[in-house]
């Protein structure tokens, strides 16, 4: 049974495979989402060009490589003007240090997660975005002590939860 994405079961099996092991061999990914390796791997690679696989990546633990300093920041814009939004996202997407930027709905426009290597270069940064004529009203800091978790959803869960 497809639903309305165009996506079965198996698609969703295959899914939660390469999202939880990254890139597989025929064989293996076959092997883990119990269908034959030809007909999976066409699955694959037909997902792969409807765009449902984005890349793949590795979980670096980079504080054995760096001790980095890990930020999340809080932005209230001063307008809410489709052309303000724009030109925020448009700026903060071309900063590698801000790995992850989601808009929010309530008391504040943004939270981001800014990643640099020391507290001196964060302040660089946040003083640079601040110069670049945002529409920033406001933002607030908070400095991560330790990361907890870091993970993408369940897949499979997420999808089973949905009634699909």
């Known amino acids: 049974m497809r639903d309305r994405k165009g996506l079965d079961p198996t698609d969703i099996r295959i899914l939660s495979a390469v999202q939880k ?95 640099t290597p020391s507290l001196s270069s964060f302040q660089a940064l946040m003083d640079d975005v601040l110069s670049a004529d945002l529409s920033i009203d406001r933002y607030m800091t908070y400095f991560a002590t330790r990361l907890i978790k870091a993970e993408q959803p369940n897949l499979a869960k997420l999808v089973s939860q949905t009634g699909r």
């Open 21 to 115: 092991h990254g890139q597989l061999s025929k064989t293996k990914l076959a092997e883990i989402v119990c269908l034959s390796a030809t007909p999976c791997w066409q699955r694959l690679t037909r997902l792969r060009e409807a765009g449902y696989i984005r890349g793949y990546h590795a979980d670096i633990a980079l504080e054995r490589v760096i001790d980095a300093t890990r930020v999340v920041v809080t932005v209230s814009l001063t307008h809410h003007r489709k052309i303000d939004f724009d030109r925020f996202e448009a700026h903060i997407k071309s900063i590698d240090e801000i790995i992850n930027c989601v808009a929010t709905g309530g008391g504040i426009d943004y939270v981001m997660t800014v990643v």
